[in-house]
């Protein structure tokens, strides 16, 4: 129990401390306020979130054998769970486009894009990850276990469904892996082809 507690500190207080640097050079560095370092931030503040209130609770749950929060913070956190862990893959994915269209498509990429295309683009994953969990917002009751024991303890947990399982693995692994082999494969194609340009330029004294 004891290594488990420090192991708890000590994994949520890298995970907030990380996430939290990356998210305060943002809000004090102008500089670093770009489209690009907007997605990065993104990321940063739903893994905050997660150290900060995931890691934490889920740990605590673990330690108690039992849900000490009440039935509110089950139904809340549940939802929050697999909303921020669908919406922190998708903005993997969302930042692996945009290094693929910077690399293609140069400088009028960085053109038209703004951090607020960033934002919008994080917006509708967001959208999307409490969109899949309507169901456990409508209908807490039915999607979900909350149990008082007889000692006073409470269990918390959603109740198994294949088709909330598959569509929440979809989103949150398989989609997401798929999108970032394809489009990892993209990029390594196109400085793959710079590459042999740049080469055949060389091997023929061609200068650019």
């Excluded at 507690?5 to 770009?34: E, H, M, P, R």
């Excluded at 088709?163 to 194609?189: E, H, K, S, W």
Aim: hydrophobic share 50%.
């Amino acid at each position: 129990m004891t290594f488990l507690l420090i192991y708890t500190i000590i994994t949520a207080a890298v995970i907030v401390c990380g996430n939290g640097l990356i998210i305060c050079c943002w809000i004090f560095d102008k500089s670093v306020q770009t489209s690009s370092n907007a997605l990065l931030v993104a990321l940063a503040v739903f893994d905050f979130m997660v150290g900060a209130f995931f890691t934490p609770v889920m740990y605590a749950t673990d330690f108690f054998y039992y849900w000490p929060f009440g039935k509110t913070a089950c139904s809340t956190y549940v939802v929050f769970i697999y909303s921020v862990f669908v919406v922190s893959s998708n903005t993997l994915v969302l930042i692996s486009v945009d290094r693929y269209r910077l690399l293609v498509e140069g400088v009028p990429y960085i053109q038209r894009r703004s951090p607020l295309t960033a934002i919008k683009s994080v917006g509708l994953i967001i959208f999307v990850a409490i969109w899949l969990q309507i169901d456990s917002i409508l209908d807490f009751d039915k999607t979900m276990t909350f149990t008082e024991n007889l000692d006073g303890t409470c269990q918390c947990f959603r109740n198994y469904q294949p088709t909330f399982g598959l569509i929440i693995t979809l989103f949150d692994t398989i989609l997401p892996a798929l999108c970032l082999i394809f489009i990892n494969m993209g990029i390594f194609r196109e400085l793959k082809k710079r590459y042999q340009i740049k080469l055949h330029q060389v091997e023929h004294g061609i200068t650019s």
